[in-house]
């Protein structure tokens, strides 16, 4: 993808001070990487009568397609040849927006330090895009950039191919705009405009994607003639965040009229008191949704298998009900920072029989571990290899066989609803897979049914309409005649024998 912005200048005013604006020096050719590839900046001329800069970004195709798999995020459902073999890398679209916004991040907030009056004021420009996907051809091209300024729009069609005019034109247009126009509103036009006339976005489109646009579009998307085409087009069709920018667009449009400031008519709330409730962590969503299905299955010695930090160690011991809770993990220091967090050096006798820490992999039986109400593998499982699931599912569900057991495991349908998250990325760099529902149920299922158990599924965290819960929860709970066979005798030890049992190392 390739796009060039010239001026032009004087020895008073040279043209080279649109390095400054961009802050990228016309001495320089510099590279950035983004998350599809690299883009390059560099000036193909700089001198005081006329200086151009360069962008050329160069998209990995490889890379734009494993990072855009899963819905939402711009990768095609089938893995066919035409995702490798496609116009992503050339054409300009959203790919190019970003890669601006990332290399003149200063530009597009109209800040430059070293000459601020020079970046107030218009300048004589020249913009050019060799390939942009229009869908809507060049009436709309000219439709889009026309109000907006710019003393010349031209807008040339690209034939499908010059040998054969009778073939017509294909939807990509040659763009060239030249106009007097301040650089920052040059760049917040292109940022919006490129991928409008693409009608496709290569990331989902979240609801940050809403103050994004009406960022950009200050000053000249309230009074567009084509403002409804331009939000439906940059928010991919989301009818919500569609409606809810041409809101407030409304709202500028009207502030601007009577010319007032957009918070004196939007006055409706009292701002100065707080109503709105400030979202719950997923992890605290996450642990009260194991304690209410741990009390569910009346569950009163628990193991945390995987307690990490010790997190929900903490939470279960608050509540009486929970008389003996083992933590298990892997990681020593793990297991150092849970004790810090409870505070076992200074907890009362009582509390600390209730609680033992433990050094164990999961992937191996533990006779210790037998007889218990309920287990916990909260956000474990996807830590582990997939070919060692099944010795963690023998540990667990084979020898230890708790008449309850917890999984929790990141929901990876969900993923395209994190903003920060890059398009193909897990959520943490450690997990070694993410499940779709879909794919977690059958594992599920079959585990349960191999080893005498029954399980349900529940949701944690908002159950999005489209992609489902950010976490989902597996409830496995042991069939009544494998309980008998398996409890019977075990949870009717001694008292002695579980007063041994508390007596355990701690961890320190």
Known sequence: MFLTISTTGSPERPATDLGFLLHKHPGKAQAFSTSHGTAHVFYPEASEERCTAALLLEVDPVALVRRGKGKGRGGAPDAALAQYVNDRPYAASSLLSVAMAAVFKSALNGVCRALPDRAREPLPLRVEVPALPARGGVELVRGLFGPLGWARVDAVAVPLDERFPRWGDSRYVRLVLEGEMRLVDALRQLYVLLPVLDDAKHYWVAPDEVDKLLRAGEGWLAGHPEQKLITSRYLSRRWGLTRQAMERLELVRLAESDDLEVESVDNAVDETTDTEEKPVPLAERRREAILTALRTAGAARVLDLGCGQGQLVQALLKDARFTEIVGVDVSMRALTVAARRLKLDRMGERQAG???????????????????????????????????????????????????????????????????????????????????????????????????????????????????????????????????????????????????????????
Do not use: C
């Open 354 to 508: 209730r609680v033992t820490l433990r050094q164990g992999s999961l992937t191996y039986t533990d006779r210790q571990l037998k007889g218990y109400d309920a287990a916990v593998l909260s956000e474990v499982i996807e830590h582990l290899d997939l070919e060692r699931l099944p010795a963690l599912e023998y540990a667990v569900f084979g020898a230890a066989r708790p008449r309850t057991v917890l999984v929790t495991t990141p929901n990876v349908e969900y993923n395209v609803r994190w903003e920060t998250l890059p398009a193909g990325h897990v959520r943490h760099g450690d997990h070694r897979f993410e499940w779709t529902r879909a794919e977690f149920g059958a594992w599920a299922r079959q585990v349960a049914g191999r080893h005498g158990y029954e399980v349900d599924f529940l949701p944690v965290g908002p159950d999005d309409p489209e992609v489902g819960p950010p976490t989902q929860m597996a409830v496995f709970t042991m069939a009544a005649a494998d309980t008998e066979k398996t409890h019977g005798k075990t949870h009717g030890r001694t008292d002695r024998e579980s007063g041994e049992k508390t007596k355990e190392a701690k961890a320190a």
